[in-house]
C-alpha cells in the first residue's frame, strides 16, 4: 500500500506530460542571446545557477548536478532552446534567488556555505511552489500535459530543467534510476528488491 | 512509361506498390516530401542526454514552424524531421473550428511515426451505415476483406491474443505481449465488474518474433525500446522503409522519385481513363507528367481528396469523379484525447518490470455490441495502460536536495490512464474545399478544412468518461486526471472519407474495389475511401484495401479491362 491519499491529485500526474513552458512575463530584449553565442547566462549568472542546481541536486551518496554539467546544460538549453520569455522567467527566478538571500543574510547566494544555501533555499522553494490560480485565458492542461501554476513560474521552470538535464544525464541516469537502451525482451513481472530503482522512461509512453 | 503509378509512399502507399511489384508491373511511386534511408536517418541510437536540448524543439521554432503539429505526442527533437513545418504547409479552418492535420512529407509519410496499433474492422463497422442510415453503405462487407486482412497481418507483423469476439475479428498474430501484474489486475476486475468487456493487449505492428519472411527484409525482433516514432534501426515496426518498399525494390520493378508533388491527373475524355500525372518539382518548381497504364491515389485522406479537386477541367467543373459532389465531404477523425487517469492503491506495491512493451491494452468497443447505448449510434474502445508512478521526480513538488533524490528511487502506486477512440458520423457538411484565391509556394490552392464533431459525438464523448471513471473505481481505484473534452478533430492522426467508396455513382466516389466509378484505371486506397470510420485504429485497413485493389487491378488490366 502507498499513502497516495495524502499526496495532491492534482500533481500527481505532473512528470507524465512534457515541460510546460512558462510564459507569465513580456519577452525583453535582455533576453536576446548573441548570435551565434554558445553561452547566454554570464559567468556571474553562470555562477549564481552553479550553486541553485548544486543544492537542488547535491552530491550525496550519488553525484549531484554538478557531475551531471547540468549549469552547462541548462545555459546551452537558454541559449539554444528557450524562448526570450523563458529566458527572462529563468534569469528572473535567479536573481530573485540572489536578491531575497541578500535580503534575508546580506550575502549573495554564491557566498553563502553548501548547509546555508539549502537552509535558504528550502523554504524559497516552498513558496515559489505554492500552487495559484492560473492566470485568465491560460492554456488548458490534459491529464498527460498538466499545467502548473505555481507562485513563481520562473523558479518551476528553473527547477524543471535542473531535475530533467540531471535525471536524462548519463550520471543521474546510472547512478539514481535504471535506463537501460536496448531492453531486449519485455519482462512484465518482476519481483522488487530494496535495490531497484524505476526506470528511466523515454516519453509520454 | 509505366504500368502502375502509386501516389504517396506512406501506409497505403507502400503495400500498393509492393503488391503491384510483385504481380509484375512496372511501377513508378511518386512522393512529395525529400528521401530518407532506413536506419541512417534515424535518431534512435542516441542516448537520451546525446539528444539536442535534452529532446526538445526550441520554443520560438515550436511557435513558428510546429504550432499544430507540436499537438502530436510524438513530436520531439529527435522526430522533428518527420513533421511538417506548418508555416511552409499552411490550411485554413473557420474562426473557432480548428481541425490539426498532422503530417509527415518525406520518403514512407507518416508510417515512420504511426502508433501501430492494428484491429481488423467486422461486419458491425461495414454494415453501420446501412443499419442507421448515416454515410452511405459500404459496398463490400467482412469477408471480402478477410483474407487481406490475413495477407497484411502475415506480411507486417502483427503480435495480438486471440479472443474470439464479434466487434473486434482474431488475424493471423505472431506471439501476443504480455500483460503486467496491474494489467492483469485491472483486466480481472473490469471484466468481473461488466461482463460484456474484455480488457486485452494492444495489437500492434511490433515483431513480437521477427519471422523468416520478416528477416529476409532485414527485420528484427523488437527490442522493447518504445522509441518507435523516430525509426526503428532494428526494423521491428512495419513501415514502408523497413517493410513494403523493400519488398517492392526487390522484384526489380520499383522505381521511386521524390520531391515530385502531384499537381492532378489527366483524364481522357473519350475513354474516362487517367493518362498520366501532372507534378511539380518540390526544388526546382518544374513541372513534368508520368504516363502509366492503372493509377492508385494514396496521399492519405485530405491530400487525395485535393488531388481530385484540383484536377478539374472544364467537363468536371467540380474536381475529377466528382459527378457525386462526394469528393472531400465526409472528412472523419477519431474521437480522441478523452483521457482517465486513475491510481490504483491495492495494486501490488513489490511488482514491476523490465523493457518498454509498444504497446498498452486495449478494450474493444462494447456499446452498442454487448451493452446499450444512450442517446449516440456507434461506439468506442479504450487504449491506454497500468503502470508503475515513480521515477524522475516531479519539479512542482516541494523539496530540495536528498529529498528529491529519495522521491525519485521510491516506486510509486499504479497508474491506470484509458483513453476512449470514438467513432465519428460520416456527415457530408464536414468538408475540405480549395481556395480560390489563396495558393501555397508551389502555387497549389489552400485547403480550406471545416469539420466539427457533432451531438453523436458529444453524447458519446460523455459517456467515455463516465465509462473510463466507472472502470478506474470497478478496479479498486480513485481518478486522479480526467479530460474534460475530446481534442480537436484531426489529432487523432486517422482522417478519413473525403472519397468514400460505394455502390451507386450518384453518392460515392470509388466502387467496392476501390475504382474511380468515373475513372476505370483509377484507385484510390488510402484513408479517403473509407465510407465510416469504426472505433479502431484504420491503417490496418487500408493495407488490407490497398492490397485487395492491386489484385483486382492487375487482373483486370490483364484480361485487357482497363
Known sequence: MHDILNLDRRALLADIGLL????????????????????????????????????????TDTPGALAAKVPARVDGLLAHWASASTRTNIVGALARIDAAAKAQTGKGFTALTSAERAAFLKPHDAAALKNVPPPPGAPKGNPFAPTTSVADQGYFTLKSLVIDLYYYSEVGSANELQYVHVPGKFQPSIKLTPQSRPELGTGPF | MFDAIVIGSGMSGGISAKELCERGLKVLVIERGRKIEHVTDYNDRQMPWELPNNNRIPE????????????????????????????????????????????????????????????????????????????????IRYEDIAPWYDHIEEFIGVAGSMEGLPQLPDGKFLPAWELNDGEKLFKASVEAKFPGRKVIVGRNANLSVAQPHHEALGRNSCQNRSICERGCSF???????????????????????????????????????????????????????????????????????????????????????????????????????????????????????????????????????????????????????VMRMGGKPRANDPGIGQDIKDKGRKFGPWLTFISGFGEMLPNPNNRVTQSETKKDKWGLPILHIDCAQGPNEAAMAKQILADGKAMVEAAGGFVISQASDAGPPGLGIHEMGTARMGRDPMTSVFNGHNQAHEAPNLFCTDGAAMASSGCQNPSLTYMALSARAADFAVKELKAGRL
Open chain 2, 60 to 139: 520560438d521554432e515550436v511557435k513558428r514552424d510546429y504550432p499544430i503539429q507540436s499537438q502530436c505526442y510524438a513530436v520531439n527533437a529527435a522526430t522533428k524531421q518527420f513533421w511538417v513545418k506548418d508555416s511552409e504547409h499552411p490550411y485554413t479552418t473557420p474562426e473557432g473550428k480548428p481541425f490539426s492535420w498532422i503530417r509527415g512529407y518525406h520518403l514512407g509519410g507518416r508510417s515512420i511515426m504511426w502508433g501501430r496499433q492494428s484491429y481488423r474492422l467486422s461486419d458491425i463497422d461495414f454494415g453501420a451505415n446501412a443499419k442507421d442510415g448515416h454515410g452511405c453503405d459500404w459496398p
Open chain 1, 20 to 59: 510546460i513552458g512558462a510564459t507569465a512575463l513580456p519577452a525583453t530584449a535582455l533576453a536576446k542571446p548573441a548570435k551565434g553565442a554558445r553561452h547566454f547566462l554570464l559567468a556571474p549568472q553562470i555562477a549564481l545557477l552553479g550553486a541553485v542546481a548544486d543544492t537542488i541536486l547535491p552530491a
Open chain 2, 235 to 385: 526494423g521491428a515496426n512495419h513501415t514502408s522503409l523497413s517493410s513494403s518498399l523493400p519488398a517492392a525494390e526487390r522484384t526489380g520493378n520499383l522505381t521511386i522519385v521524390t520531391d515530385a508533388i502531384v499537381h492532378s491527373l489527366v483524364q481522357d475524355p473519350k475513354t474516362g481513363k487517367i493518362t498520366s500525372v501532372r507534378v511539380i518539382d518540390a526544388k526546382t518548381m518544374q513541372g513534368r507528367t508520368y504516363e502509366a497504364k492503372i493509377f492508385f491515389l494514396n496521399a492519405s485522406a485530405i491530400a487525395s481528396a485535393q488531388i481530385l479537386l484540383n484536377s478539374r477541367n472544364e467537363a468536371n467543373p467540380n474536381g475529377l469523379c466528382n459527378k457525386s459532389d462526394q469528393v472531400g465531404r465526409n472528412l472523419m477523425d477519431h474521437m480522441y484525447a478523452l483521457t482517465t487517469a486513475g491510481a490504483m492503491p491495492t495494486y501490488p506495491s513489490d511488482s514491476y518490470y523490465h523493457g518498454r512493451r509498444p504497446t498498452g491494452i486495449y478494450i474493444p468497443r462494447y456499446r452498442n455490441v454487448t451493452e446499450e447505448a444512450s442517446g449516440y449510434v456507434r461506439g468506442y474502445g479504450f487504449q491506454g495502460g
